[in-house]
């Protein structure tokens, strides 16, 4: 199984980056996401520039971590440049002198590191500062690597910083003196004469970043930046849109069912007027299962009845070409019987009626007039026509 990848992020955004895994059997450097290519399967610790964060120690009276972290950064207002509340505030171990190890570091330079590691498609399970994830020292030893351009020191367990070659006296001069110095790499820094004497002898390295181990030290990924709570505001993040795509399923659901049930309803009603048709014109039909089947099973049978006439649906054209040439009626329905055609007609007055058998007998069909009722917008009446007129 491939070992973790410590991927160490520069300073610069344009910058390569570097890595290796836990044994440094294998190594890289290039852009982020070829650092991603290289961590494909494996768990990535990142290490940031320690110039960018400040590691130190803030004595609070309070031993509890969740206290602490409120209770420290106003502790340290004094000691900072910027406000308070744009930095974020990771917390070490607790110390018996009642000391709290902290690393801070502003929150805007935090987001940015991590939104490029997201974009190259990296998602740390750690992010330390560089001082920290060198090699633990000694009890009063400090270990600092010497690279062209800076100096990263571990003055302890959960101490130490990272400067240009000419602020070194300045730096560590502020810190307490240690017994001995283990030097990493051959830059050769220029230290203060006061660290002289317990300067070791230069321990030159092929790979710098193979200095760095993928453990211990502080860990930036706490509080808000932890992964819990960062699954969590991306969780936040969507959960506005999710319960809006859910509504917006709902009601599309609910107008497809109103949907469904209105044509399922016309359905019904087509069906019913469709069967009332069928008997209508069939009446000798008592059962009715499929009006539409049966309807064309009727009339592919009426188109080839080869008997006396020409059937139900020449008879039914012949009509018609009648009542259509200006004759002043309208049909409203008709029956099929044996080879007989009853139609029921609308016209305005009994002469309408005449007329129309009249044309009916001119066609060479048999018409007759079996009744005629007045109604509310004229006469209804009722006309047998057959095969065969004078």
């Not at 030159?204 to 709570?229: K, N, V």
């Amino acid at each position: 199984m491939a070992g973790d990848l410590i991927v160490r992020l520069p300073a610069a955004e344009d910058g390569d980056c570097l890595w290796h895994d836990d044994d440094v059997t294998a190594s890289g450097h290039g852009s982020l996401s070829a650092a991603a290519e290289a961590a494909a399967g494996r768990r990535v610790h990142l290490l940031v520039p320690g110039a960018d964060v400040l590691i130190t120690r803030v004595a609070v009276p309070v031993t509890q971590s969740a206290r602490a972290r409120a209770a420290i950064p106003w502790a340290l207002e004094d000691r900072l440049v910027d406000d308070v509340e744009s930095l974020h505030f990771a917390l070490g171990r607790h110390h018996d002198t009642g000391e709290w190890s902290v690393a801070v570091v502003a929150r805007r330079t935090l987001d940015a590191w991590l939104e490029r590691c997201a974009k190259a498609g990296i998602q740390p399970v750690s992010v330390r500062p560089e001082p920290l994830a060198l090699p633990r020292p000694e009890a009063q030893e400090w270990v600092a690597l010497e690279e062209a351009g800076s100096i990263t020191v571990r003055t302890a367990d959960d101490g130490g910083f990272t400067c240009e070659p000419g602020m070194l006296a300045l730096v560590a001069g502020a810190c307490d003196k240690p017994s001995r110095i283990r030097r990493l790499g051959a830059a050769n820094a220029e230290w203060p004469a006061e660290l002289a004497p317990v300067l070791g002898a230069p321990e030159p390295i092929d790979d710098p970043s193979a200095a760095f181990t993928g453990t211990g030290g502080i860990e930036l990924l706490q509080g808000a930046y932890s992964r819990r709570e960062r699954a969590g505001r991306q969780l936040r993040r969507w959960r506005l849109p999710a319960l809006i795509g859910a509504a917006l399923l709902m009601v599309v659901g609910i107008d497809l069912a109103l949907e469904y049930a209105a044509l399922g309803t016309r359905e019904t009603q087509l069906r019913e007027r469709m069967q009332a048709t069928f008997q209508q014109t069939f009446p000798d039909v008592q059962q009715v299962q499929d009006p539409r089947a049966q309807m064309a099973a009727r009339l592919r049978s009426l188109r080839g009845d080869g008997g006396s006439g020409s059937g139900f649906a020449e008879l039914l054209a012949r009509a018609g070409g009648v009542l259509a040439e200006g004759s002043g009626a309208r049909l409203t329905g008709l029956t099929w019987r044996g080879d007989t055609l009853e139609l029921k007609v609308a016209a305005d007055d009994l002469q309408v009626l005449d007329r129309i058998q009249r044309g009916f007998t001119e066609v060479g069909l048999a018409a007759e007039l079996r009744g005629a009722d007045r109604g509310d917008d004229g006469i209804d009446g009722r006309i047998s026509v057959t095969e065969g007129g004078a």
